[in-house]
């Protein structure tokens, strides 16, 4: 099944303690990125890959990282949280990003920082 | 850079209205249009596209028309359904390198 999965699915944690939500896809897409949603300001990018080794900032970028050593996979660093990034975290992928290819999205990892 | 308007919500019809929600955007090039759509606890999953300009998208009886010169696509169904509560987000890829949407409009339909 063509999916896109993301681990945890939920975590609370501490100000300060390095966490990484992992994202993995089945479809041998090219294009992932990092989306969180809060309420009232619907979704923004967080970062997004064009390929392996290809990585960029997307409208909210401070306090996260990402890597994309391998064409499934793109997780989301935060190397020293703080309540302000507690929100829904979402990854997408699609084959490419012009043009009208659809994105597939996880299903969602619900974040809270104490 | 790109940017989408949507109507704000939420928005609370009766089962059997007319639903619009209204979607306006700014982009460079030719973009693409979409309506992604979010039932609670999930995922965004593609509702519906259009390509190009005229082009209008359709699935599960929602439509949506890509008109340039008014630079809109306005989501319409003639008849909701309390199982089309959720949250509809729409977004353009007029730029390269993302994909925008606007901040999504919450619809409740009541039996």
């Known amino acids: 099944e063509a999916q896109v999965t993301q681990n945890p699915r939920y975590l609370i944690t501490v100000t300060g303690k390095k966490l990484t939500v992992t994202c993995s896809q089945n479809?041998?897409?090219?294009?992932m990125s990092w989306y969180r949603q809060d309420p009232g300001l619907g979704l923004r990018q967080i970062y997004y890959?064009?390929?392996?080794?290809?990585?960029d900032k997307g409208d909210v970028p401070e306090g996260y990282k990402v890597s994309r050593k391998e064409k499934r996979n793109f997780p989301l660093i935060l190397e020293s949280p703080s309540p302000n990034q507690t929100s829904l975290y979402f990854c997408?992928?699609?084959?490419?990003?012009?043009?009208?290819?659809?994105?597939?999205f996880g299903p969602g990892t619900r974040l809270t920082v104490t | 850079g790109d940017s989408v308007t949507q109507m704000e919500g939420p928005v609370t019809l009766s089962e059997e209205a007319f639903l619009t929600i209204n979607c306006t955007y700014t982009a460079t090039g030719y973009p693409s249009l979409f309506w992604y759509v979010q039932y609670p606890g999930e995922g965004l999953q593609l509702l519906l596209k259009a390509t190009k300009a005229d082009d209008k998208g359709s699935n599960k009886g929602f439509e949506a028309t890509y008109r340039k010169e008014t630079t809109s696509f306005h989501l319409e169904k003639g008849s909701v359904q309390v199982s089309d509560s959720a949250v509809y987000f729409c977004?353009?890829?007029?730029?390269?390198?993302?994909?925008?949407f606007g901040s999504g409009t919450q619809l409740t339909v009541l039996p």
């Open positions: 977004g353009t890829s007029g730029s390269a390198r993302q994909l925008t």
């Open positions: 890959s064009m390929n392996v080794e290809v990585t």
């Open positions: 997408a992928s699609s084959l490419q990003l012009t043009g009208s290819y659809e994105q597939y």
């Open positions: 479809m041998n897409h090219e294009y």
